[in-house]
Structure formats: C-alpha cells, structure tokens
C-alpha cells in the first residue's frame, strides 16, 4: 500500500504531459485583485498599496506589495506568509504597522497568492525547494528595499514564512530584527514519518512527481472550512478574510499541500536547525499556545539556542496570531512594534559629548 501514490503517479504522467501544454495562463503571476464586498474597510487595501514582482535567478517569479506612512518612516517591516496566505490576508495589520510611521513589505511565498505556480493546478500547494523562497527574499531586500542606515529593517515571518525568515537570515540577509510569529519548524500532522520521506524523497525528486497531492490534501472548495472552523484564530470576522479573498478572487484559490511540498519542508527545517548559531540578528519569537498547525517543541529547542532570542507565548491564541480575537492579536502586534522600536533606537547615531573648555 506504501507504494501505491507512486504507481497513480506514473500512470498519471502522460495525462499531466497533455494536460501542461498551453497551460502558461494557469500558472501566470498576477497583480491586482477584486475587493470582496462582503468585508469591512478595515480589511481594504492600505492607501498607497502597490504592487510588484521580484524573481531570483531561474526561480519562480513571486507578488510583492509595499505601502508607506504619509510621512517619513521611522522602520521597515517585511512580511513573509504562512502557507496558503496571499498579502491581501495582512491587509488590516499593514494598515496599522503604517500608522505606527513603518514602511510595510510583503513577499508571498512562490506558488501561492499572486506568484507563479509550478504546476498547471493553481490551487495546488507544490514548491521542489524553500530556496527559491529564500533567495527571494534576499533578492526583494538587496535590490528592491535597499535599506539604508537611517531606518532598520526587521523582518515578520509566520509559520512557514518564519521558516523561510530564519534560513534567509542564516544565509546572510541583511535585517536588524527578526520576529518570528507561530513559527513553523515542525508541523502537527505530517502525511507520513519524516523516515519515509527519507526513504522516498529522492526517487521521487528523480522521477519529478513531487507534485501528486499528499494524501488527505484537498483542492480548494468553496465549502472548506473557516480560519475559526479550522481552528486557526477564535475571531468571527477575521476567520472569514481568507476565503472571502478567495471566493472573489480564483487565481488567489490555495488547496492542499503536494508531497514535494513535505519533503521541501523537512529539508528547510533540518537545515534551519544546523544553522541558528550562525544569527547575530536579534529575535523575537511569539508562539501561539493553542496551535494545532505547528508544533511548540522544535519552536522551544530552536528558541534556546539562538544567540539572542526571546520567546512569549500566547496561551488562548490560535495559530494565525495576525487573525486572532482583539484582546490576543492587541498584545502580538503591541509586542512587534515594541520590538521594531527598540531597533529603532539601537540604529539611531550615538552622539557623544563634546569636552568642555574646547
């Protein structure tokens, strides 16, 4: 029974071969998207917001979108998303970091919200590698944001894309601050052991069908649960922000994970934790304590072992802390600012007195 999804795998290859053939439009990025009516302002687009591409080499190319206070910004903030998430996900909490003077990036992951897919089904989550995410954000930071010395850069990463923060930051991208929010570094509910992937990875790779949906992934479904029924946030309204994006959007739609999907994951998690010794980058790690998407243990080890970390953990709180109930998502948005401040003053020129008498 193990090797039965590499069989439908390979009985399935002439049809994905006829099926790929002008299937560009499918996988196309895209920009702009549609407004749901069904949400409120405060989840509208921040004034000002942009769009933009950025691609890394031979990879994928994937969304960005920045906007600024009205004045002169005090700090950058770049946003890296968890799985499934596009940037109009984060649209209210981009509106208040840019009435705290923070100028806010976000960078979707490849092959979820408006970046290019990897395969003919846009709703499939499938990826062969985290590198490309990671260099990515190397790209966007260096060429694009260019930060200077007058305002630091801290970068916000969630589940996975806290993943993807931390392994940019081991690979020397230059940040002031790192804050890594419900990071995933392992995951409640793996298709199969981390030994099986071990074992079936590589043949997998060579035979190129990391992209058969993992078993128990669904394509996305108009019917599919709700950030509360899935039991990521306890908020009635910002449960419901995700799939109104997608319902109104289809090119935003995200299903299930493929197994290529898993075997990337585990490869990026085990290299993250060689290299957590080699951050100098402040961090500040917030957990959610009632999440049933990663797991707390890998979050706890890793936390322990940085140079400079701090961990809080918020106990009620689900697993999207940006989407959680006020009282929750108030002290984790309190603690980013906070934490973005304190970057603030450690970047700001020290000016020492001048001798008397002179």
């Given at each position: 029974?193990?090797?039965?999804?590499?069989?439908?795998?390979?009985?399935?290859v002439?049809?994905?071969?006829?099926?790929?053939?002008?299937?560009?439009?499918?996988r196309?990025?895209?920009?702009?998207?549609?407004?749901?009516?069904?949400?409120?302002?405060?989840?509208?687009?921040?004034?000002?917001?942009t769009?933009?591409?950025?691609?890394?080499?031979?990879g994928?190319?994937?969304?960005?979108?920045?906007?600024?206070p009205?004045?002169?910004p005090?700090?950058?903030?770049?946003?890296?998303?968890?799985?499934?998430?596009?940037?109009?996900?984060?649209?209210?909490?981009?509106?208040?970091?840019?009435?705290?003077?923070?100028?806010?990036w976000?960078?979707?992951?490849?092959?979820?919200?408006?970046?290019?897919?990897?395969?003919?089904?846009?709703?499939?989550?499938?990826?062969?590698?985290?590198?490309?995410?990671i260099?990515?954000?190397?790209?966007?930071?260096n060429?694009?944001?260019?930060?200077?010395?007058?305002?630091?850069l801290?970068?916000v990463g969630?589940?996975?894309?806290?993943?993807?923060?931390?392994?940019?930051?081991e690979?020397?991208?230059?940040?002031?601050?790192?804050?890594l929010?419900?990071?995933?570094?392992?995951?409640?509910?793996?298709?199969?052991?981390?030994a099986?992937f071990?074992r079936?990875?590589?043949a997998?790779?060579?035979?190129?069908?990391?992209?058969?949906?993992?078993?128990?992934?669904?394509?996305?479904?108009?019917?599919?649960?709700?950030?509360?029924?899935a039991g990521?946030?306890?908020?009635?309204?910002r449960?419901?922000?995700?799939a109104?994006?997608m319902?109104?959007n289809?090119?935003?739609?995200?299903g299930?994970?493929?197994?290529?999907?898993y075997?990337?994951?585990?490869?990026?998690?085990?290299?993250?934790?060689?290299?957590?010794?080699?951050?100098?980058?402040?961090i500040?790690m917030?957990d959610?304590?009632?999440?049933?998407v990663?797991?707390?243990s890998?979050?706890?080890?890793l936390?322990?072992?940085?140079?400079?970390?701090?961990?809080?953990?918020?106990?009620?709180?689900?697993?999207?802390?940006?989407?959680?109930?006020?009282?929750?998502?108030?002290?984790?948005?309190?603690?980013?600012?906070?934490?973005?401040?304190a970057?603030?003053d450690?970047?700001a020129?020290?000016?020492?007195?001048?001798?008397?008498?002179?």
């Open positions: 029974m193990r090797r039965r999804p590499l069989a439908v795998a390979l009985a399935l002439p049809i994905l071969t006829v099926t790929a053939c002008g299937d560009g439009a499918a196309a990025p895209f920009a702009d998207s549609r407004t749901p009516p069904s949400l409120g302002s405060r989840f509208y687009p921040p004034r000002g917001w769009w933009g591409f950025v691609r890394s080499g031979e994928p190319v994937q969304r960005y979108g920045v906007s600024s009205p004045g002169v005090r700090a950058t903030i770049l946003i890296l998303t968890g799985y499934g998430e596009s940037a109009e996900t984060w649209f209210e909490t981009i509106s208040e970091l840019d009435g705290q003077d923070f100028t806010v976000v960078l979707e992951r490849q092959g979820q919200g408006g970046s290019e897919r990897q395969t003919p089904w846009r709703d499939l989550g499938h990826v062969d590698s985290f590198d490309p995410d260099a990515s954000v190397r790209a966007l930071i060429g694009v944001i260019r930060p200077g010395n007058d305002a630091p801290v970068v969630h589940s996975e894309g806290g993943l993807v923060a931390l392994r940019a930051a690979q020397g991208a230059p940040m002031d601050g790192l804050v929010s419900a990071p995933a570094f392992g995951l409640s509910d793996l298709p199969r052991s981390r099986e071990a079936f990875a590589p997998m790779r060579n035979l190129r069908l990391g992209w058969i949906r993992a078993p128990g992934q669904r394509g996305w479904r108009r019917d599919g649960p709700d950030g509360v029924q990521l946030t306890h908020d009635t309204m449960g419901k922000v995700q109104a994006w319902l109104a289809p090119d935003l739609r995200m299930g994970r493929s197994l290529g999907w075997a990337a994951f585990l490869d990026a998690s085990d290299a993250a934790a060689h290299g957590v010794r080699q951050v100098n980058t402040p500040l917030l959610a304590g009632k999440d049933r990663v797991t707390a890998p979050q706890n080890r936390c322990g072992e940085m140079i400079d970390c701090k961990e809080t953990r918020y106990a009620e709180a689900g697993h999207d802390l940006h989407m959680e109930s006020d009282a929750i998502r108030r002290a984790w948005l309190a603690a980013i600012v906070d934490f973005t401040r970057r603030i450690a970047k020129p020290r000016h020492r007195a001048e001798p008397h008498g002179l």
